[in-house]
């Protein structure tokens, strides 16, 4: 990845505007919804101020915000709260159902597969922002984007199946508009894998890469204390 830069990003080109952004931000974890019982075993959301944070710097009121994998729907409800446009996918149907029970327009969220996205009919996106979940390379049991309900993961696939998503979001977003992603290198006993780097790597084939800003948290896991939000723009 290199030297850590700071980077211009250039917002749509309707908005007309441009912001330099620190290569690093300090956040902490948590969420304000509280899930049901049932639930609260697999609590694997990304924090409501990471999500605030980058809706604040990258979108405006009224603008169209995307989560391929919304999880539990915490992009949706605060993009919603702060007078966004919110859609996303989630291929879970628990966590689907109680996404849709946290927001307003709840048929803006599709319980489906992200790998499909381009066969469902989407208004164009101004930003998309998301953690996908995660996967390393030592072990191939579960597949992350079966939603860990078949056997059939590998790590090489997945990779190339994260760049067909994001290769199908390319062509739904507005010319110009950016796509976030928050990644964690993750350490194991079997050893390290860059799995944010290598998303870097791979999605920046489809898309422009334009740079990291790191987020350091209060606590994070995977052996780090830190992530990286990675950030790309669309030609649309």
Known sequence: MGALLKVKFQRTEDAGVSRAMRSYVRLRRGNKAELPPELQSDDVRFA????????????EPGQVVFDPFAGFGTTLAIAEGMGRQAYGMELDEARCNFARSQIANPKNLICGDARELSRFEWPPFDFSITSPPFMNQFEHPQNPLTAYSTTDGHYGTYLRELKETY???DLLMK????????????????????????????????LRFEGEIIACWDSYGYGYEHSYCLVFSCEG
């Open 48 to 59: 409501d101020e990471l999500v605030r944070h980058f809706l604040e710097v990258f979108t």
């Open 167 to 169: 290769r199908q979001l």
């Open 175 to 206: 010319p110009g508009g950016l796509v976030v992603i928050e990644a964690a290198n993750l350490k194991t006993d079997g050893g390290v894998t860059p799995l944010a780097w290598d998303i870097a790597r791979t999605l920046g084939e489809v």
